[in-house]
């Protein structure tokens, strides 16, 4: 399943700084900071506490996240294989402009959900689906409000 308006790339970093540090000597990025966040996320296999430092980079209209992963009960970011780099590619994130026919669309296709988090009245949501075997990463869909988006640095 492929919808929605493709904007970020994610990659698991071992030193997030190391990893805002290289990205600094190579585009125009400024006032990039880190922060630390910790969640409870739906899996098959129960809620699980997924702990870590994040950091948005906006290079044009392409986000980059990096993610510095503190505790992954859910094993989804620490079984992200290292290429030897600072930086190992792990998902790709679109944002759709609906939830409820995302969620619909997401039921009736072949790729399983490994992790979701949508409560009522939040201003984000966003669950992964595991594309491995058809494309060697996971895809992630996000809505979120205008205001978020506008947060987070999205373009207009």
């Given at each position: 399943?492929?919808?929605?308006?493709?904007?970020?790339?994610?990659?698991?970093?071992?030193?997030?700084?190391a990893?805002?540090a290289?990205f600094?000597?190579?585009a125009d990025?400024?006032n990039v900071?880190p922060?630390?966040?910790?969640q409870m996320?739906?899996?098959?296999d129960?809620?699980?506490r997924?702990?870590s430092?994040?950091a948005?980079?906006?290079?044009?209209d392409?986000q980059?996240?990096?993610?510095e992963?503190?505790?992954d009960?859910?094993?989804?970011y620490?079984?992200?294989?290292s290429?030897?780099?600072?930086?190992?590619?792990?998902?790709?994130?679109m944002r759709v402009?609906?939830?409820e026919?995302?969620?619909a669309?997401?039921?009736?296709?072949?790729?399983?959900?490994?992790l979701?988090r949508?409560?009522?009245?939040d201003?984000?949501?966003?669950?992964?689906?595991?594309?491995r075997?058809f494309?060697?990463h996971?895809?992630?869909?996000t809505w979120?409000s205008d205001?978020?988006?506008?947060?987070l640095g999205g373009?207009?």
């Amino acid at each position: 399943m492929i919808t929605g308006h493709h904007y970020q790339n994610a990659y698991i970093c071992d030193d997030i700084d190391a990893a805002i540090a290289a990205f600094a000597a190579r585009a125009d990025i400024s006032n990039v900071r880190p922060f630390a966040i910790e969640q409870m996320l739906w899996t098959p296999d129960g809620i699980k506490r997924v702990a870590s430092k994040i950091a948005f980079i906006w290079v044009g209209d392409l986000q980059y996240e990096l993610i510095e992963v503190t505790d992954d009960e859910s094993g989804i970011y620490r079984n992200c294989v290292s290429n030897g780099g600072l930086m190992h590619f792990h998902h790709i994130c679109m944002r759709v402009p609906e939830w409820e026919p995302l969620r619909a669309a997401v039921a009736n296709q072949n790729l399983p959900v490994v992790l979701e988090r949508a409560n009522d009245g939040d201003l984000l949501k966003f669950l992964y689906l595991d594309g491995r075997s058809f494309c060697g990463h996971y895809i992630e869909y996000t809505w979120m409000s205008d205001e978020r988006w506008a947060q987070l640095g999205g373009p207009k």
